[in-house]
């Protein structure tokens, strides 16, 4: 698997995402069109760092693999919905929030991803 030092690094990064997340969103505008955008969002994006915890803890090989996918999975639909809410905004610090979220999960589709592609040998 990996090292512990990146197991810890990545933990504090998936944590500080979904914090960062959650700061965005609340600032979101909230309407009939927003909230569902903003509540899948949210259930995403926190999802990645929860089970990248979980894959940590993993009890085989096979069970650290799927959760890793799954932490792949929840990075691009997170993506998704920051493109999406990213439409619905007029304020351009929020617009360059979104930009900047999107960065990073975009950044963890590409980690997990190596990570998925290693443990399969």
Known sequence: MINSQNNYDLEKRTLEFSQNL???LKKCPQNPITLPLINQCLRAGTGIGANYREANGASSKKDFFNKIFIC?????ETLYWLELIGKTLD????????????SET???????GKIASKSKN
């Not at 304020?91 to 999107?102: F, H, S």
């Open 72 to 76: 792949k999975k929840e990075s691009k």
């Open 91 to 102: 304020e351009e610090k929020l617009k360059q929030e979104c930009r900047n979220l999107w």
């Open 106 to 112: 975009k950044e963890f589709v590409l980690i997990f």
């Open 22 to 24: 959650i700061l965005f």
